[in-house]
């Protein structure tokens, strides 16, 4: 018996969509991100706006959504630019850069991993929309649970670990052990000289702004409940310290303060990413 859980959207990534979706429908321009591809793919009832976490407290999270979402494709772009010709998206759920930016994307082989069967249901959506599989675009299932290796998967896509790449691995770490973390590091660490690990981790929760930590507190709560509790936070300096001690060559952390400086200091609405709760990695080879 084929369970539903399994051959439908994570309802992690749908939220994900929409608040990327409503960034540019409730947020006045300049966007930071424009996308909204990925609601089509999700394709929500009518009254989507009105669910609890599309309600206005949930702006600053829509902020860090779009905020890491823009910086990992500018970072894409200048790698690309350099000459690095794939990208790896690790839990990429209904992530949209191949549909939005085929002018960039189309210059690399771009490898979405994730799950068998919530991919195999995008697959089915892009195809219903119209939208294909591209040929540079190579969906990856692996059945983490099953104990599938991913970079395997990857090298049987078309993936060639001589040559530099970037990966990107957002909202996923909280759901790892830290066992798990450092071997993904170190998996990546050994690929090419040039290629470049872009991660997104939360701070223990007791370091977060204090009018945030109710909410994060509430979606830690949410994640439980949903059978996907977090399971994993770092400070900066010990995120620096596993990236290191996993060989490579470069680390930094970017901070969830340093993106707001970046993408949001000339607005006037007050959207703005929380500080002191997910923040990024960004380490190369």
């Given at each position: 018996m084929i369970d539903?859980?399994?051959?439908?959207?994570?309802?992690?990534?749908?939220?994900?969509?929409l608040w990327r979706a409503l960034h540019v429908q409730a947020d006045p321009p300049p966007h930071v991100l424009e996308d909204e591809v990925g609601l089509k793919l999700a394709s929500p009832d009518d009254g989507w706006r009105s669910r609890p976490d599309m309600s206005p407290f949930t702006r600053p999270f829509r902020a860090a959504i779009v905020a890491r979402?823009?910086?990992?494709?500018?970072?894409v772009a200048e790698q690309a630019a350099r000459g690095v010709g794939q990208y790896v998206i690790l839990g990429a759920?209904?992530?949209?850069?191949?549909?939005?930016?085929?002018?960039?994307?189309?210059?690399?082989?771009?490898?979405?991993?994730?799950?068998?069967?919530?991919?195999?249901?995008?697959?089915?959506r892009l195809v219903e929309l119209g939208l294909g599989?591209?040929?540079?675009?190579?969906?990856?299932?692996?059945?983490?649970?099953?104990?599938?290796?991913?970079?395997?998967?990857l090298a049987a896509s078309g993936f060639d670990a001589g040559r530099p790449a970037v990966v990107a691995s957002?909202?996923?770490?909280?759901?790892?052990?830290?066992e798990a973390i450092a071997t993904t590091l170190r998996q990546v660490a050994a690929l090419a000289p040039g290629s470049t690990l872009a991660m997104s981790f939360l701070l223990p929760i007791e370091q977060a702004d204090p009018e945030m930590r109710p909410w994060i507190e509430r979606a830690a709560e949410?994640?439980?409940?949903?059978?996907?509790?977090?399971?994993?936070?770092?400070?900066?300096a010990e995120m620096l310290a596993l990236a290191r001690e996993a060989g490579f060559r470069d680390v930094q952390h970017v901070s969830a303060a340093a993106l707001g400086q970046?993408?949001?200091?000339?607005?006037?609405?007050?959207?703005?990413?929380?500080?002191?709760?997910?923040?990024?990695?960004?380490?190369?080879?």
């Open positions: 539903k859980a399994n051959v439908a959207a994570d309802s992690t990534a749908v939220r994900v969509a979402a823009r910086f990992i494709e500018d970072l759920g209904l992530d949209t850069f191949a549909q939005r930016r085929p002018e960039l994307a189309s210059r690399m082989l771009v490898f979405e991993v994730d799950q068998p069967g919530p991919q195999a249901w995008k697959r089915q599989v591209p040929s540079f675009l190579r969906l990856v299932p692996v059945d983490f649970e099953a104990g599938d290796a991913w970079w395997e998967r957002t909202g996923v770490s909280m759901y790892l052990t830290r949410g994640a439980r409940a949903n059978g996907t509790p977090f399971i994993s936070f770092f400070t900066p970046r993408y949001f200091a000339d607005r006037t609405d007050g959207l703005r990413p929380p500080s002191n709760s997910e923040e990024l990695l960004v380490a190369t080879t």
